[in-house]
Nanobody
Framework: QVQLVESGGGLVQPGGSLRLSCAAS????????MGWYRQAPGKQRELVAS???????NYVDSVKGRFTISRDNAKNTVFLQMNSLKPEDTAVYYC??????????WGQGTQVTVSS
């Protein structure tokens, strides 16, 4: 059974940092492009960052220079380091594993709230 388990969300003040983790089933991790999406209330889910199986990363413009995606293939885990957080980063963050053009898996989501 494929599982993605996220952790690391929480409440942080503006300017603060959080590190999200997503542990994936070994069977899918090595071949997957891993991504972090987020969905704020009343908004569509958006891709925040992604990283290929060979480590090539991409970011949405709004987080460039503040967020860093990385993966530890030995631990089947992908991370999202979020620095200089802003209130507009508040959302539920979801981990995604895309194993092919038509097949992907989702985690349950973790809440990130940026507020003073």
């Amino acid at each position: 059974q494929v599982q993605l388990v996220e952790s690391g969300g929480g409440l942080v003040q503006p300017g603060g940092s959080l590190r999200l983790s997503c542990a994936a089933s070994r069977s899918i991790f090595s071949a997957s492009t891993m991504g972090w999406y987020r969905q704020a209330p009343g908004k569509q889910r958006e891709l925040v960052a992604s990283i290929t199986s060979v480590g090539s990363a991409n970011y949405v413009d709004s987080v460039k220079g503040r967020f860093t995606i990385s993966r530890d293939n030995a631990k089947n885990t992908v991370f999202l380091q979020m620095n200089s957080l802003k209130p507009e980063d508040t959302a539920v963050y979801y981990c995604n594993a895309r194993v092919s053009a038509i097949t992907s898996y989702w985690g349950q989501g973790t809440q990130v709230t940026v507020s003073s």
